[in-house]
T-cell receptor, first 114, second 114 residues
Framework: ETGVTQTPRHLVMGMTNKKSLKCEQH?????MYWYKQSAKKPLELMFV???????ENNSVPSRFSPECPNSSHLFLHLHTLQPEDSALYLC?????????????FGPGTRLTVL | QKEVEQNSGPLSVPEGAIASLNCTYS??????FFWYRQYSGKSPELIMF????GDKEDGRFTAQLNKASQYVSLLIRDSQPSDSATYLC??????????????FGQGTILTVHP
């Protein structure tokens, strides 16, 4: 496994619940990413934080709220989700938000919205 | 809408053969090209990256880039059953900037049969 960890690994929630996904990287990187991977669809970038500042929001609905308290930790707060939000949510990190920096992925959180 | 296209497969090759995976992209300003491997139920892991036109070899893997044709490929020589996975092509699509925003293709499923 890589130096990027995610918790929980599996999450089942109702549409009215509030939950949070956590990501931690132990690689000394400065950029962190949230991706969504749905069945039969390409990996989709959701948010990017570079040096704790949000630099990308890829038109993500407001029911997803990211938080980056420091360069090692990234959260995704979830509220009033829809069943179509069920997917694998992947966190990644890279040295910086630059085109030639490799992105390292965590194991993902499998989210099911009932 | 910037796109990255891959044949979804499945691509089936016999053990020991060469597997050829292809990817086309729409953003002429793209600077960086990545191939990720994703085993079922696992997160993507980087296997190759290429920035310059031509070939780049790493062990059994060769990445080929042709920016004029907006085409990048991955060759796997002496394919092994352990190479069976989904291969994701990723292209930086930051409009010719150096930012690390990646667009992923939908992936090609490769099966290597004994």
């Amino acid at each position: 496994e890589t130096g990027v960890t995610q918790t929980p690994r599996h999450l089942v929630m109702g549409m009215t619940n509030k939950k949070s996904l956590k990501c931690e990287q132990h690689l000394g990187h400065n950029a962190m990413y949230w991706y969504k991977q749905s069945a039969k669809k390409p990996l989709e970038l959701m948010f990017v934080y570079n040096f704790k500042e949000q630099t990308e929001n890829n038109s993500v609905p407001s029911r997803f709220s990211p938080e980056c308290p420091n360069s090692s930790h990234l959260f995704l707060h979830l509220h009033t989700l829809q069943p179509e939000d069920s997917a694998l949510y992947l966190c990644a990190s890279s040295q910086e938000f630059l085109s030639y920096n490799e992105q390292f992925f965590g194991p993902g959180t499998r989210l099911t919205v009932l | 809408q910037k796109e990255v296209e891959q044949n979804s497969g499945p691509l089936s090759v016999p053990e020991g053969a060469i597997a050829s995976l292809n990817c086309t992209y729409s953003d002429r300003g793209s600077q960086s090209f990545f191939w990720y491997r994703q085993y079922s139920g696992k997160s993507p892991e980087l296997i190759m990256f290429i920035y310059s036109n031509g070939d780049k070899e790493d062990g059994r893997f060769t990445a080929q880039l042709n920016k004029a044709s907006q085409y990048v490929s991955l060759l796997i020589r002496d394919s092994q059953p352990s190479d069976s996975a989904t291969y994701l092509c990723a292209v930086n699509d930051a409009g010719g900037t150096s930012y690390g925003k990646l667009t992923f293709g939908q992936g090609t499923i490769l099966t290597v049969h004994p």
